[in-house]
């Protein structure tokens, strides 16, 4: 097993209030065109990117950007990774609490006409509540899930999705409020609410597989099975790892898990560690946050991709393999196996979560002629921020 662990980049602030004083003099106003207010209060994974892309879209069109994110946001590899080059050209102010009083005062002291909030689940009911038809700046709210109740739970999953859909509709009839549901990139379903494409970006046009190995510090031969992105008890990398033990060919996989782990994860390195030594396939670990070059490097060297939970919503990482043209193998989650219906089996391979079934998805997905890169648009920024 080979352990890539390298150095988080250096904090270029040490605090929020560091950054704070660093602005004083910067004021709403700073620019001639709006001032947009960009809410994110959870700064794990690449929830940032979402963050960045519009924060580049606005700088871009000449409004003056304020973030509001949660205490020690700043201090975070995921802040310098993501926003850590654009610090200097927005302000950035602590995230008050999930209460809409306390954002509509943020919004009014910030003088903001835009506040967009990418995440916007947990701050539906609160602003459904309190933000008054005549609130001086205009809400976007993107809701991240409609269905997050996992299948064993159907009954409850489909009376949430119906509440919750009943709540934007209300919210959205407001003057104020646009609420819109993330759907998955490159579906074009007709649907009742108001959906905005999951965001995709993709930096490795230029790379071969080989160069993409190469870049990536994997073996140029053989076969490449991947579980990317946060590194988390939702990956399922235990599970992943038994299917790969279970084919017969295990001797010429490598495992590549890459991401920031979190402690639940890093704590199962081990028992893969074994897993490996036993069954003869290769493990590559990857423990930090990757740059969206490194990701995409790494989605374009894989063989395929695993993509493996129960969550329900979409997922970038799906997206993005479209766009390489790299396989996937989904397991789990309802929404999953919709997305890879719609790919098509050429692209996407839809399993159950069982060791057996993906390593039997792994087997088809390798087995196949690597699809060829696709093309996938989005209209995210240019909606939230119109």
């Given amino acids: 097993m080979r352990t890539r662990e390298c150095a988080e980049p250096a904090n270029r602030y040490s605090s929020m209030q560091r950054l704070l004083m660093a602005r004083q003099n910067d004021g709403p106003g700073a620019t001639r065109g709006r001032r947009v207010l960009i809410?994110?209060?959870?700064?794990?994974?690449?929830?940032?990117?979402y963050?960045?892309?519009?924060?580049?879209?606005?700088?871009?069109?000449?409004?003056?950007?304020?973030?509001?994110?949660?205490?020690?946001?700043?201090?975070?590899?995921?802040f310098q990774t993501f926003?850590?080059?654009?610090?200097?050209?927005?302000?950035?102010?602590?995230?008050?609490e999930h209460r809409a009083s306390a954002l509509a005062e943020l919004a009014k002291a910030r003088a903001a006409d835009l506040v967009v909030i990418p995440e916007g689940?947990?701050?539906?009911?609160?602003?459904?509540?309190?933000?008054?038809?005549?609130?001086?700046?205009?809400?976007?709210?993107?809701?991240?899930?409609?269905?997050?109740?996992?299948?064993?739970?159907?009954?409850?999953?489909?009376?949430?999705?119906?509440?919750k859909g009943t709540l934007i509709g209300i919210a959205n009839i407001s003057s104020t409020r646009d609420v819109f549901?993330?759907?998955?990139?490159?579906?074009?379903r007709r649907r009742c609410l108001p959906s905005i494409g999951d965001p995709i970006e993709w930096s490795a046009r230029?790379?071969?597989?080989?160069?993409?190995?190469?870049?990536?510090?994997?073996?140029?031969?053989?076969?490449?099975?991947?579980?990317?992105?946060?590194i988390?008890?939702?990956?399922?990398?235990?599970?992943?790892?038994?299917a790969i033990a279970s084919l017969p060919i295990a001797a010429t996989v490598t495992l590549l898990i890459a991401g920031k782990f979190d402690d639940y994860a890093r704590a199962q390195v081990g028992d893969i560690r074994n897993l490996a030594a036993d069954s003869g396939f290769r493990l590559d670990v990857v423990d930090r946050v990757l740059e969206e070059s490194e990701l995409d490097a790494m989605i374009r060297a894989s063989s395929c991709v695993v993509i493996a939970h129960s969550n329900n919503g979409p997922s970038g990482l799906f997206g993005k393999c479209l766009v390489a043209g790299t396989p996937i193998v989904a397991a789990g989650a309802r929404s999953l196996r919709r997305d890879a219906r719609e790919?098509?089996?050429?692209?996407?391979?839809w399993t159950k979560l069982e060791a057996s079934h993906i390593g039997d998805g792994i087997a088809i997905a390798i087995g196949r002629p690597r699809p060829t890169p696709g093309h996938v648009s989005s209209d995210f920024t240019d909606t939230l921020l119109r």
Avoid: C
């Fill in 121 to 163: 689940d947990a701050w539906l009911i609160p602003l459904l509540r309190a933000v008054p038809h005549s609130a001086g700046a205009r809400y976007r709210l993107v809701i991240m899930r409609t269905r997050s109740v996992a299948n064993r739970r159907r009954l409850l999953a489909l009376a949430f999705a119906g509440l």
């Fill in 232 to 242: 988390s008890e939702r990956k399922n990398i235990v599970l992943v790892a038994h």
């Fill in 343 to 349: 790919a098509g089996r050429s692209r996407a391979t």
């Fill in 39 to 49: 809410v994110e209060a959870q700064v794990s994974g690449h929830r940032l990117n």
């Fill in 51 to 78: 963050v960045r892309m519009l924060v580049e879209a606005a700088l871009q069109s000449g409004d003056s950007v304020t973030l509001a994110l949660p205490s020690g946001a700043l201090d975070s590899p995921q």
């Fill in 83 to 96: 926003l850590g080059k654009l610090v200097a050209s927005a302000s950035v102010v602590p995230l008050p």
């Fill in 181 to 188: 549901v993330l759907r998955s990139a490159g579906d074009t």
């Fill in 206 to 230: 230029s790379l071969s597989v080989e160069q993409a190995r190469e870049q990536s510090g994997l073996p140029r031969e053989g076969i490449v099975v991947s579980v990317l992105g946060a």
